[in-house]
């Protein structure tokens, strides 16, 4: 069973910054990509970005390329790491709920999900 805390949502101005934590855990986490997903009230869920914590390869979407970077910590216990989501250059319409969520290595699905974080960014 994996484990997924997010942390460090708040509200920013527009051009503002913002760093998401995942404290991830639970069996062998390194078999596991984790993503970052939003959603704002009325639109669908979308992925923002992810990283396979084995080899650090990372996935962007588009709206935030150049804007977001995510990274992840390998911890020595190699259950538990840490995935950041850098928000640099905040838009108003990255305002949204992000959630933090895991599947492993070869599978389409997410299957284990944070409870989510909100994030704000409004003048």
């Known amino acids: 069973q994996v484990q997924l805390v997010e942390s460090g949502g708040g509200s920013v101005q527009p051009g503002g910054s913002l760093r998401l934590s995942c404290a991830a855990s639970?069996?062998?986490?390194?078999?596991?990509?984790v993503g970052w997903f939003r959603q704002a009230p009325g639109k669908e869920r979308e992925i923002v970005a992810a990283?396979?914590?084995?080899?650090?390869?990372?996935?962007?979407?588009?709206s935030v390329k150049g804007r977001f970077s995510i990274s992840r910590d390998i911890s020595r216990d190699i259950s538990r790491n840490t995935v950041t989501l850098q928000m640099n250059s905040l838009k108003p319409e990255d305002t949204a709920v992000y959630y933090c969520?895991?599947?492993?290595?070869?599978?389409?699905?997410?299957?284990?999900w944070g409870q989510g974080t909100p994030v704000t960014v409004s003048s």
């Open positions: 969520a895991a599947k492993y290595r070869g599978s389409s699905e997410y299957v284990y």
């Open positions: 639970g069996g062998s986490i390194n078999m596991y990509v």
């Open positions: 990283i396979t914590l084995s080899e650090g390869r990372k996935y962007y979407g588009e």
